[in-house]
């Protein structure tokens, strides 16, 4: 697997591995990269996450079943992680404008990203029902509809 192979379509490892790394070096104070930086920003918003962030070895390996009620904490801070990159390179078009107006909406940026989730969410769940690339045109209907 090549090193740009792995930026895009990391491994459930390597994914847990980054938040679990930057949430260490945010409680050092050691340097962050931009993206560790944004990472901990999404962390320090989820204070629920802040005990399981601290435990890597009880946590790496844990599985999150939706069947059970669970979240998946790394899945959610992921997804906060795409939209905020979506949103700040309007991509697909049009995402930046619905991030804002659900901004206005909600009140506050965390509100909006979860709101945006589901709508992300519901994309890749028609992407992999029907086995075909994600359609911007679903995710983005579904904002506006929010």
């Known amino acids: ?9 990391p491994t459930r490892e390597q994914v847990r591995d980054f938040f679990f790394d930057a949430w260490q070096k945010f409680g050092r104070q050691a340097p962050l990269t931009a993206l560790e930086a944004m990472a901990v920003e999404i962390m320090n918003a989820h204070p629920e996450y802040h005990t399981l962030l601290s435990q890597r070895d ?4 844990r599985d999150y079943l939706p069947e059970h009620g669970d979240v998946n904490p790394f899945l959610h801070m992921s ?3 795409s939209i905020r990159e979506q949103v700040s390179i309007d991509q ?11 901004g206005t909406k909600f009140g506050n940026q965390m509100d909006a990203e979860h709101a945006m989730m589901d709508c992300l969410g519901e994309m890749i769940w028609h992407a992999q029902r ?6 911007p045109a ?9």
Not at 93 to 102: D, H, K, S
Request: include cysteine.
């Open 92 to 102: 697909p078009p049009g995402v930046e404008a619905a991030f804002t107006r659900l």
């Open 130 to 135: 029907h086995q075909t690339p994600p359609n």
């Open 58 to 61: 009880k946590y790496v390996d």
């Open 79 to 81: 997804m906060h992680l």
């Open 138 to 146: 679903i995710y983005l209907q579904c904002l506006s509809a929010k």
């Open 1 to 9: 697997m090549t090193a740009e192979s792995n930026l895009f379509n």
